[in-house]
């Protein structure tokens, strides 16, 4: 089985900054595509932004310019960096990674239980 665990949420003013790490663990041999999602309550989850184990990446029109996607592939881990941040940026994020656990396996998109983010003053 493959865990990933999230960490660095919580509560920050607007304007402010906040880093965000998904470390993935267990049976793993080969890890492709790594993200994050949000939801705010009421709404659907959307992709903020996602990059490949070659790293390239892509991030939604919302958040251009003000957060970024990093990834450590020794680690196992990806990060977000979200700077200027907003109140309409609130919302639960979570990261995912589309893994192979042996060669012979196929692909599995296997997801984190999510860290609240809240930008309030």
């Known amino acids: 089985q493959v865990q990933l665990v999230e960490s660095g949420g919580g509560l920050v003013q607007p304007g402010g900054s906040l880093r965000l790490s998904c470390a993935a663990s267990?049976?793993?041999?080969?890890?492709?595509?790594m993200g994050w999602y949000r939801q705010a309550p009421g709404q659907q989850r959307e992709l903020v932004a996602s990059?490949?184990?070659?790293?390239?990446?892509s991030s939604a029109d919302s958040v251009k310019g003000r957060f970024t996607i990093s990834r450590d592939n020794a680690k196992n881990t990806v990060y977000l960096q979200m700077n200027s941040l907003k109140p309409e940026d609130t919302a639960v994020y979570y990261c995912?990674?589309?893994?192979?656990?042996?060669?012979?396996?196929?692909?599995?998109?296997?997801w984190g239980q999510g860290t609240q983010v809240t930008v309030s003053s």
């Open positions: 267990g049976s793993i041999f080969n890890i492709y595509a």
């Open positions: 995912n990674a589309e893994v192979q656990t042996t060669p012979a396996r196929v692909r599995f998109l296997y």
């Open positions: 990059t490949t184990s070659s790293g390239s990446s």
